[in-house]
T-cell receptor, first 113, second 115 residues
Framework: RKEVEQDPGPFNVPEGATVAFNCTYS??????FFWYRQDCRKEPKLLMS???SGNEDGRFTAQLNRASQYISLLIRDSKLSDSATYLC??????????????FGTGTQLKVEL | EAQVTQNPRYLITVTGKKLTVTCSQN?????MSWYRQDPGLGLRQIYYSMNVEVTDKGDVPEGYKVSRKEKRNFPLILESPSPNQTSLYFC??????????????FGQGTRLTVV
């Protein structure tokens, strides 16, 4: 089982739609959770941290379910500019890998007119 | 401006010719790491460093070397590049520790082609 798993997509949605991504992680000792956005061939950039109580930033809402070990990202009223790959990131994994963050392979979102 | 700078952005080289990709951060972060990104495989950690003179292997270290002589710099060295090292490389830095303020900041990437 992968440490962090995401549905690769692509998710093709019309502009204005609401779309949700899920991510599962295997290590119950994980302490930090993030969603990153990556545009084609560019560097990943932090979209939002995920807090235990859930958090919202404009059209974006992130949720964490520790019991089931999954993280979700909800995008409301999607825009063409939301088209990107969304990476689920978990860490640190306090094992032989030091203090590292582990990245999912990403979910591709395409917002269409 | 807080940033991670890596150079070069694009590099085409021949098999066996040693190369170095530089990485520098201005945020005084303790933790730095190198990743490679390949289609369908996501970001895989090559090496990481938790502080000056402290480096360790990540998930895919074969064929790579690193050094951390100064806190801000973390170069990636390919002593004898091979075609299977053709990839998109990212340097990243972050604060040490856990919690929501320990996100990673990435350089702009280096697209390496080994022929």
């Amino acid at each position: 089982r992968k440490e962090v798993e995401q549905d690769p997509g692509p998710f093709n949605v019309p502009e204005g739609a609401t779309v949700a991504f899920n991510c599962t992680y295997s290590n119950s000792a994980s302490q930090s959770f993030f969603w990153y956005r990556q545009d084609c061939r560019k560097e990943p950039k932090l979209l939002m941290s995920v807090y235990s109580s859930g958090n919202e930033d404009g059209r974006f809402t992130a949720q964490l379910n520790r019991a089931s070990q999954y993280i979700s990202l909800l995008i409301r009223d999607s825009k063409l500019s939301d088209s990107a790959t969304y990476l689920c990131v978990v860490g640190p994994i306090l094992t032989g890998g030091g203090n590292k963050l582990t990245f999912g392979t990403g979910t591709q979102l395409k917002v269409e007119l | 401006e807080a940033q991670v700078t890596q150079n070069p952005r694009y590099l085409i080289t021949v098999t066996g010719k040693k190369l170095t990709v530089t990485c520098s951060q201005n945020m005084n972060h303790e933790y730095m790491s190198w990743y490679r990104q390949d289609p369908g495989l996501g970001l895989r950690q090559i090496y990481y460093s938790m502080n000056v003179e402290v480096t360790d292997k990540g998930d895919v270290p074969e064929g790579y070397k690193v050094s951390r002589k100064e806190k801000r710099n973390f170069p990636l060295i390919l002593e004898s590049p091979s075609p299977n090292q053709t990839s998109l490389y990212f340097c990243a830095s972050r604060k040490q520790g856990m919690g929501p303020n320990t996100e990673a900041f990435f350089g702009q990437g280096t697209r390496l082609t080994v022929v």
